[in-house]
């Protein structure tokens, strides 16, 4: 699919700013600016970077980001109060994000205002925010649980008042993907002017489907965070995000993959919170091959079981030796430990590694396929010498 400046899907991260509102997730200064340095690298085209109104220190970091001078565009998150909006001038942004609770559950008990008190707060704030030439983002929370026709109402004054995008948050994650396809659409029809950003939650494991949804419904902007971060179940994941546009849906975003791997064990250690083995794309083990006939059609082509190339997104195929193993893999994984077998030693091991495997429960590792390689080789030997023995006269 080709795309235009006008079409291209843009990806906003959020790992510095929803991400760290993991429970119990701290980001070091240094971690920070590593962290914004490596998706500036790969292309990431904004990241949210903070929320200033939280203190000195926040403010600190972002201005550590700031002064990096990236290609991303930096936007930080601001209620919609122009305090807030203030010390994210401090900083030294040119954009913000002002966020408002659109649901009318929200509007009650939590904010006990009304629907005028949201539109005066939005108008106060984005007229402020656009005297001091900002680029903003109208921030929808609760969107997906709001009154459609008052999204379009709010849309239409951040449009009138010359806001640049409205932020659809399924705030709950309670969406499936055809419900977010219908809002986002309805939304887009109505108010065509004011482009649509996308942030979407995994509280029910559905926050990478429903950004995609949301793409595909006519939004252009998506959020993310590195690893799916983000409170209780998390944020729609980076690295499936675009992979997904990519392989599913042909939109190239334009992002470097190759570091997928790089930036998530990076993540990872920083956050606290270590990548599983499984994780989508970039866990260590999702391209690990053990079954007899998964891994016979791996090694004969890899496309027949691999959705893409391992290496597209810095990881590497990986063999297992196990209970569901077959002659195949096992000469192909002893000939990448550098033991070249015959079809027969092949067939003469393959029982000793399944019934090991049985036994420790697990694939075998590179250490105990030697061992069993030579206990099997010592075994042949002494019964070729025993045949050899009751041959004498």
Request: charged residues 25%.
């Amino acid at each position: 699919m080709t795309t235009t400046a006008d079409t291209m899907v843009i990806i906003d991260d959020t790992t510095l700013r929803d991400g760290e509102q993991t429970a119990g997730v701290v980001f070091s200064r240094r971690e920070k600016v590593a962290i914004a340095r490596m998706l500036d690298e790969i292309g990431v085209h904004e990241l949210e970077c903070g929320i200033p109104t939280m203190g000195k220190e926040e403010q600190d970091s972002i201005r550590a980001i700031v002064d990096l001078g990236l290609n991303a565009r930096l936007i930080t998150w601001n209620r919609a109060v122009i305090s807030d909006i203030e010390a994210s001038i401090a900083c030294g942004v040119s954009a913000v994000d002002i966020s408002l609770s659109v649901s009318d559950m929200m509007i009650a008990n939590k904010l006990r205002k009304n629907r005028a008190w949201v539109i005066d707060q939005l108008r106060t704030a984005l007229s402020f925010a656009k005297e001091n030439g900002l680029y903003v983002s109208v921030g929808g929370e609760d969107a997906s649980r709001a009154d459609t026709a008052f999204l379009v109402e709010l849309m239409g004054i951040a449009h009138e008042l010359g806001g640049d995008r409205f932020r659809f948050c399924d705030t709950l994650g309670i969406l499936d993907p055809f419900l977010m396809y219908e809002k986002v659409a309805a939304l887009r029809a109505a108010v065509p002017e004011l482009p649509i950003e996308v942030h979407t939650h995994n509280d029910l494991g559905m926050a990478t489907a429903n950004a995609i949804a949301g793409i595909r419904a006519g939004a252009r902007f998506v959020n993310t965070t590195v690893n799916g971060l983000g409170e209780r179940a998390g944020n729609a994941a980076l690295e499936e995000v675009v992979m997904g546009l990519k392989l599913a849906c042909g939109i190239d975003p334009g992002i470097e993959t190759h570091r997928f791997h790089e930036i998530s064990r990076f993540v990872g250690t920083a956050s606290g919170r270590p990548v599983p083995d499984w994780k989508p794309v970039v866990g260590k083990r999702v391209f690990s091959h053990e079954s007899g006939v998964h891994a016979d059609g791996v090694i004969k082509n890899p496309s027949n079981y691999e959705g893409f190339d391992p290496a597209e997104v810095g990881l590497s195929r990986y063999l297992v030796l196990g209970k569901h193993s077959g002659t195949s893999i096992l000469l192909e994984r002893f000939k990448e430990l550098g033991i070249v077998l015959s079809r027969q030693e092949a067939v003469r091991l393959m029982d000793r590694v399944r019934e090991k495997s049985q036994e420790v429960r697990r694939p075998l590792k590179d250490r105990e396929l030697r061992r069993l390689y030579r206990y099997s080789n010592q075994s042949a030997t002494v019964a070729q010498g025993r045949a050899a023995c009751s041959d004498l006269p």
